[in-house]
């Protein structure tokens, strides 16, 4: 079985916000995007960005035999949200929004009200990859180190304010970290060693960073660590990232002004980490460098994410 996680870079119809301006710049869009995932050849594929629900249904139209698909009901201001791409049907039982009940209202901006909820629903569903044999997949997309400041400039117009909402989108990030991390621990239900359970999806950070790490619970016994091979009573509501897996030629998933970083996750629970048999960064092709000027983008073809994907024993 092969699953993976892939951001799909604003898939929107043409002419929409976000999206191609004409049709054929959409048509090559969707063309490379369907190449990727036939050459892939994913049983379970989290997909984030996705904007207008029928340009989801254009794509699966271009792949090849029957797909079955799971959106959150919960768009960002963009009308981005997550899904799934699937080959069993799915059966959604989460659909996350809103901030654990002990955290108090975030401030996100200089002005304005305080937040509580996720920028983008994280999605849980359940399939069965063997006849009565349950995984559960949950997928997220954390809010992006792309800084937004007023009046929707990426230029801050001084040092304080490029620190401010540096920080407005750390917490940001750390709250929904947070949140999927609880919504984890629902799906692992402390029993990490019998549950396959799998979290996936565009953190928007590297293996190591603090928000990144909220999401794999109990410290200890990562892989490349020297309490891997030790079990201990984490094991039951402890995830691992597979990033350490992937060869080393490959552990990016974005290329930022020519910097090659790996900010898209795949995280599983002790029973699904004993079938992991490999695991990659896409198909090889060669990834744009982007900027923190998203627009260039808008006619570019596929996406400026690689995918990031892990083959298991079923």
Known sequence: MTIGTWNLENLFRPGEPGGPKDDPAYRVKLAALAATITELE???LGIQEVGNPDALADLVALLDGQWHTALSAHPDVRGIRVGFLARKP?????????????????????????????????????????????????VCHL???????????????????RARYAAYALWRRGAEAVTMR?????????????HDVVLMGDLNDQ???????????????????????????GDASRLWNL??????????????????????????????????DSV?????????????HPGERRDKPGSDHAPVVAHLTY
């Open 42 to 44: 994913p049983d379970l």
């Open 243 to 276: 990033a350490p897996l992937i060869p080393e030629d490959q552990r990016f998933s974005r290329v930022f002004e020519g910097q090659g970083e790996l900010i898209d996750h795949l995280l599983v629970s002790h029973a699904l980490l004993a079938r992991v």
């Open 90 to 138: 799915l059966t959604t039982i989460a659909d996350v929004t809103a901030f654990p009940a002990q955290f108090e209202p975030l401030q996100s901006q200089d002005t304005g009200v305080p937040i509580s909820v996720m920028g983008r629903g994280g999605l849980a569903v359940t399939l069965e990859p063997v006849p009565g044999h349950t995984l559960t997949a949950a």
């Open 280 to 292: 990659g960064t896409g198909t090889g092709r060669p990834l744009p460098s982007v900027t923190d």
């Open 207 to 233: 293996p190591q960073a603090a928000t990144t790490q909220i999401l794999l619970g109990p410290p200890g016994s990562q892989i490349g660590t020297g309490g891997f091979d030790h079990p201990d009573q």
């Open 143 to 161: 809010k992006s180190k792309l800084l937004t400041y007023p009046g929707e400039r990426h230029a801050p117009r001084n040092e304080g304010e």
């Open 182 to 194: 609880a919504l984890a621990d629902r799906l692992l239900a402390d029993d990490g060693r019998t």
